[in-house]
């Protein structure tokens, strides 16, 4: 069952946060300009590497990490 489909069929009206994490800023910059466009999605945040990631994360909590 698509993820979408799962969404609505549990009414979940809360937006899915995103955390991304990349060390170049251009993809960074791109996968927010990609997600932001998105009713349902949120970015939380970004880092340029996994150390300043691992704490920005444990903060936030976001629902989702993408990680190079």
């Given at each position: 069952?698509?993820?979408?489909v799962?969404?609505?069929?549990?009414?979940?009206?809360?937006?899915?946060?995103?955390?991304?994490v990349?060390?170049?800023?251009?993809?960074?910059?791109?996968?927010?300009?990609?997600?932001?466009?998105?009713?349902d999605?949120?970015?939380?945040?970004?880092?340029e590497?996994?150390?300043?990631?691992?704490?920005?994360?444990?903060?936030i909590?976001?629902?989702?990490?993408?990680?190079?």
């Open positions: 069952m698509p993820f979408r799962l969404r609505s069929f549990f009414n979940m009206t809360e937006k899915i946060t995103v955390f991304i990349d060390d170049h800023p251009i993809v960074r910059q791109g996968l927010r300009q990609l997600l932001e466009i998105q009713d999605l949120a970015v939380a945040g970004e880092a590497d996994g150390n300043t990631a691992i704490e920005r994360i444990q903060q909590l976001p629902d989702v990490v993408l990680m190079d």
